[in-house]
């Protein structure tokens, strides 16, 4: 997505959520809610679920994540 200080919105969503934590998940993660917001800006919570259905995350039971996800679609820094 991008490097350096100036990360994607799900990038820096995730950090500020705390959506990331030993990251063996984030990859998928980000590439599933970069895919929802491509196709739709304003993804309910239903969607943001639905979407990332397909990973698994032993880490951090979803709720960050799926916070980080809503945040990024609305622009904000953290849930
Ligand atoms: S952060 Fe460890 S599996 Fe998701």
């Not at 959506?19 to 590439?31: D, F």
């Not at 739709?40 to 960050?64: K, L, M, Q």
């Amino acid at each position: 997505m991008k490097q350096g200080p100036n990360l994607h919105q799900l990038q820096r969503a995730f950090a500020d959520n705390f959506a990331a934590q030993c990251g063996y998940c984030t990859p998928g993660m980000l590439m599933a809610a970069k895919a929802l917001l491509d196709r739709n800006p304003s993804p309910s919570r239903v969607d943001v679920i639905e979407a990332i259905s397909g990973n698994i995350c032993r880490c951090t039971g979803y709720e960050p994540i799926i916070n980080a996800i809503l945040a990024a679609a609305g622009g904000r820094a953290s849930a």
